[in-house]
């Protein structure tokens, strides 16, 4: 009775620092790791201003690289005749979304404007039931001439 009463509250016990280990390894590891590798602390932080400063000048230039090329495109569509007067007027929120630092939703509002600016529509050939499939296919010897190895 004392053997079992033994192995049980062993078996018990392992469970515990199981649950332990599961449950805290990942603050002890962080822990572990912030002492380690301390951070370094900076004076007046001018290094990480103008980290900030260019990535935001480049997510900056990203989205108004891509409101110029839609802008161009709608420019082609009014070319064309078609009506973009609507989506044009759509543009300044993209500007303005952009100099607010909300670069994520400049790129989505200039995605949906993108996907509505009219474009001529593509003729396409119906394909009749009298054509074969071997039209469509190069002979077997008509490409590039391979010599063979010597």
């Known amino acids: ?4 009463l ?3 509250l062993s078996l018990l016990a392992l469970a515990g620092l199981c649950w332990l280990y599961g449950s805290y390894n990942g ?10 590798f301390p951070d370094i602390p900076s004076r007046d932080g001018k290094l990480s201003f103008s980290m900030d400063q260019q990535v935001t000048t480049r ?19 009014e070319a064309k005749g078609f009506d973009a ?3 044009r007027a759509k543009l300044p929120r993209v500007e303005r979304l952009a100099r607010e630092g909300q670069y994520f939703l400049a790129k989505v509002h200039l995605n949906s404007i ?11 050939r119906v394909a009749s039931g009298d054509e074969r499939e071997d039209d469509y296919f190069p002979e077997p010897g ?7 190895r010597r």
Do not use: N
């Not at 603050?27 to 380690?36: F, L």
């Open 27 to 36: 603050y002890v590891r962080d822990i572990y790791q912030r002492r380690r």
């Open 85 to 87: 007067s609507a989506l």
């Open 59 to 77: 997510k900056f230039d990203e989205v108004m690289t891509e409101h110029r090329r839609v802008s161009g495109l709608l420019d082609e569509a």
């Open 114 to 124: 993108l996907l509505r600016v009219p474009r001529q529509r593509e003729k396409v």
């Open 142 to 148: 008509s490409g590039r001439k391979v010599r063979p």
């Open 1 to 4: 009775m004392k053997l079992i």
């Open 6 to 8: 033994g192995i049980s």
